[in-house]
């Protein structure tokens, strides 16, 4: 069965990725749980800090609704265990270091800085449903209240 509006809403695109602890991750897997995806430019810098604590806060209540959640950049397993180590953080990771999962969702971006110009992950979030369909997408994120926006939109799942 499928409604006009499931066949609007794109699907995911699968991928399998290294994570913090020695594991891999595949999306498709996760199937019929819906995940959150949130991308992000660099481990231990301030936003990116805030982010994953923000969600690691959160990580109880998302679990209650069934929801799993994956930070993802283009940092490797090593800095991301530091990374969580560090600030204690319970969210799992996802390494993206030859950036195909970051150009497939397109948050891969130029961006500037200082007069600068280069490229980067556009700190960007996806909530897909059950069917591995993006139900929703944040893009060009600003941290303060962004995991209890999330959280709020996967309660409507």
Same mark, same amino acid.
């Given at each position: *069965?499928?409604?006009? /509006?499931?066949? &609007?809403?794109?699907? &995911? +695109?699968?991928?399998?990725? +290294?994570?913090? $602890?020695?594991?891999? *991750?595949?999306?498709?897997? #996760?199937?019929? &749980?819906?995940? !959150?995806? @949130? @991308? ?13 604590? %923000? ?6 209540? @998302? ?7 994956? $930070?993802? /950049? ?9 990374? !969580? ?9 996802? /390494?993206?270091? $030859? ?13 500037? =800085?200082?007069?600068?110009?280069? =490229? $980067?992950?556009?700190? /960007?979030? @996806? #909530?897909?449903?059950?069917? %591995? ?17 999330? #959280? ?6």
């Amino acid at each position: *069965m499928s409604t006009d /509006s499931a066949q &609007a809403a794109e699907m &995911a +695109p699968d991928f399998t990725l +290294p994570r913090d $602890g020695g594991d891999e *991750m595949t999306l498709s897997a #996760l199937r019929p &749980a819906p995940v !959150v995806l @949130f @991308f992000y430019p660099r481990d231990d810098t301030s936003g990116c800090t805030k982010e994953a604590i %923000g969600f690691s806060g959160l990580l109880p209540e @998302f679990a209650t609704l069934g929801v799993r959640i994956y $930070g993802i /950049s283009k940092d490797s397993v090593a800095k991301h265990e530091k990374f !969580v180590a560090k600030h204690g953080l319970t969210v799992p990771l996802l /390494s993206d270091e $030859g950036g195909d999962t970051c150009e497939r969702y397109g948050v891969w971006k130029e961006k500037s =800085m200082y007069g600068k110009t280069f =490229m $980067g992950i556009e700190r /960007s979030t @996806f #909530l897909i449903d059950g069917d %591995g369909r993006i139900a929703r997408e944040w893009r060009k994120v600003k941290v303060p209240g962004h995991a209890e926006e999330v #959280l709020t939109a996967a309660k409507d799942l």
